[in-house]
């Protein structure tokens, strides 16, 4: 299963809205959706399972949502700690992640 | 849950890459994880390598890309996992993460990475 992410790169400010969206090439099997968020020079760090569960820990303002084959990270209220890379990586039939969406600072 | 890699950062063409994954606070044993391998480059993104877990007995699993010359075992004397990687060409130049695999589904422990660079 391929996914694909979009936009490749977001340019947003401090406080604004972040919508990044993934999308399947096949259904997911029961919305086995992940999303991870990276910083360079450290390892993906898990923010959201089964499509729109938190990990714990991770602050309310990540939201995950979707199905099927069209998933969606929406990050209400962007902080300057949210500047970064975001993955989805699928786990319905093996394990594929999609290339990444960077949040740039405007 | 905490995972600590070691292991060369430069290997030779056609040689085997060789790391290890310490694991502490959880077992390698465990009937709810498994322990994996990925790697990640401007190239290729973050892929997937393979796993082992143990379910009555150990299984394996592997990407199509490396079946053929990959190799991940746990040592559950020490309560690690380790990749071997044969045959390397300058193509598996990346970073190398171990990573915990939650169910089979997703990674939710990370080890810190290992850049391992393949050249003569």
């Known amino acids: 299963i391929v996914l694909t992410q979009s936009p490749g790169t977001m340019s947003l400010s401090p406080g604004e809205r972040a919508t990044l969206t993934c999308r399947a090439s096949?259904?997911?099997?029961?919305?086995?959706l992940a999303w991870y968020q990276q910083k360079p020079g450290q390892p993906p760090r898990l923010l959201i399972y089964g499509a729109s569960n938190r990990a714990p820990g991770i602050p309310g303002r990540f939201i995950g949502s979707g199905s099927e084959t069209d998933f969606t990270l929406t990050i209400n209220r962007l902080e300057p700690e949210d500047f970064m890379m975001y993955y989805c990586?699928?786990?319905?039939?093996?394990?594929?992640f999609g290339q990444g969406t960077k949040v740039e600072i405007k | 849950v905490q995972l600590q890699q070691s292991g060369p950062g430069l290997v030779k063409p056609s040689q085997t890459l060789s790391l290890t994954c310490g694991v502490s606070g959880d077992s390698v044993s465990s009937r709810s994880a498994a322990w994996a391998w990925i790697r990640q480059s401007p190239s290729r993104g973050l892929e997937w390598l393979g796993r082992?877990?143990?379910?009555?007995?150990?299984?394996?699993d592997y990407a199509e890309s490396v079946a053929s010359r990959i190799a991940i075992n746990a040592d559950t004397s020490k309560n690690q996992f380790s990749l071997q990687l044969n045959s390397v060409t300058p193509d598996d130049t990346a970073v190398y993460y171990c990573?915990?695999?939650?169910?089979?589904?997703?990674?939710?422990?990370w080890g810190q990475g290992t850049l391992v660079t393949v050249s003569s």
């Open positions: 990586q699928q786990y319905g039939s093996s394990q594929t």
């Open positions: 990573a915990r695999d939650w169910l089979r589904w997703y990674f939710d422990y």
């Open positions: 096949q259904t997911l099997t029961r919305d086995y």
């Open positions: 082992t877990y143990y379910r009555s007995i150990w299984y394996h």
